[in-house]
């Protein structure tokens, strides 16, 4: 029989036993999208980057990363990607970094659905660059195809479920997992077509029966103690702890922690740090280690995903007569360190040391 969500107190408890968590969404910087980090084309020279860059997260004092799942690889090299997803892991435990495992996303998916599904290719990965994750924009022809999760379509479904019982059984009972992630951003692209997935992966997952706890992402604002979109509510029902995601200024993340607390679970904010928008290192870090909030920046060292660059949303916001935003372009969106591994702002980094070792001064 599969297991149930976990109550609050065994969330706490879960919780309470871990130092506080912190560290970031991590792709090595050589790698132009999630396919170049998951295929098996270069795996070599990605692992080393990957060692490097692990190394520096260990030297800084995060604890944790989180990675990104990328169906099309492991549907075209199965073996593989197993193999890969386990070098990722043994390397980052190498480094005292816990691994947080996201199983399901809306980003790019296929487009289309009445037509042959054909999986994206793999072997050297054009990007767009001085572009966000390195995305071209979509072209008005892809824009009038709708978008499909592959867990949508018949053939695709069984198949992304396959997956989802081949990892989390393998990795079970595997302390250096730290967290499923079940579902990243549900509605993002598909709106509440994602209540049904939710349903389906939380199912599938704990019938897996992990030692890990169980969460998909709140990433819109939550109001009076609930999600204000449906979608959310449902993934926040179904979660063991709460992660959320929160790109907003010090003054709105602060309103923001005080909606979370009502919900009553422990909270894990899975992606923050947005710099033009005022999301920035100096001011949400210590905030996050003085609620005891884990907190996984998005970004560590910048590269061929070039999330430095900003969101093409903040660009088409600006240049919209009709909204008045105040965005800072100055400053990079993301990421805490250059390709040569020097710091974006030796500051930001000098502040998260110091919080890191007084958390760490805390162990028991």
């Known amino acids: ?9 065994e969330a706490w408890e879960w919780y309470n036993a871990h130092p506080w968590i912190r560290g ?3 792709i090595g910087s050589d790698c132009a999208n999630r396919r170049d980090q998951w295929q098996s084309y270069g795996r070599e020279e990605r692992m080393k980057i990957a060692d490097s860059e692990m190394a520096l997260a260990e030297k800084i004092g995060f604890n944790s990363v989180r990675l990104i799942v990328d169906f099309d690889v492991w549907l075209q090299e199965r073996e593989s990607y ?36 054909v999986p994206k290719v793999l072997g050297e990965q054009i990007y767009a660059k001085g572009y966000h994750q390195g995305r071209f924009p979509l072209t008005p022809e892809e824009l009038a195809k709708k978008p499909y999760h592959y867990l949508e379509r018949e053939g695709l479904r069984e198949k992304y479920l396959e997956m989802v019982t081949e990892i989390v059984t393998k990795y079970a009972n595997d302390e250096r997992i730290l967290c499923w992630n079940v579902y990243n951003e549900p ?9 049904p997935l939710l349903d389906v992966l939380f199912e599938t997952v704990r019938a897996c029966d992990p030692i890990q706890p169980l969460t998909a992402d709140i990433w ?24 959320f995601h929160y790109y907003g200024s010090y003054l709105e993340t602060v309103l923001q922690i005080e909606e979370m607390r009502k919900l ?37 060292v910048v ?29 990079w969106q993301h990421d805490l360190f250059r390709i040569n591994q020097r710091p974006y702002d030796p500051k930001e980094i000098e502040i998260i040391e110091k919080f890191n070792k007084i958390a760490d001064s805390h162990k028991k």
């Not at 692209?189 to 209540?195: D, F, L, T, Y």
């Not at 422990?266 to 905030?287: A, G, H, S």
Request: proline fraction near 3%.
């Open 264 to 300: 009553e679970r422990p909270l894990m904010c899975t992606e923050w740090l947005n710099r033009i928008m005022y999301n920035d290192v100096k001011e949400i870090y210590p905030l996050f280690y003085l609620e005891n909030i884990a907190c996984y920046c998005w970004g560590f």
């Open 303 to 331: 590269g061929k995903t070039q999330t430095h660059e900003p969101w093409e949303s903040l660009w088409n916001d600006y240049y919209n007569p009709n909204k008045n935003v105040d965005y800072d372009f100055t400053k």
């Open 220 to 243: 819109r604002k939550v109001v009076d103690g609930k999600a204000r979109f449906e979608e959310e509510q449902h993934a926040f029902e179904l979660s063991d702890v709460v992660s």
């Open 187 to 195: 509605g993002n692209v598909i709106g509440n077509r994602s209540i």
């Open 82 to 117: 197993m193999s890969v997803l386990e070098e990722y892991i043994s390397i980052a435990a190498s480094h005292g970094l816990s691994v947080m495992y996201v199983l399901a996303l809306e980003a790019q998916l296929p487009r289309g659905i009445d037509e042959e599904f």
């Open 1 to 9: 029989m599969a297991k149930v969500q976990w109550t609050k107190e």
């Open 24 to 26: 970031c969404n991590f």
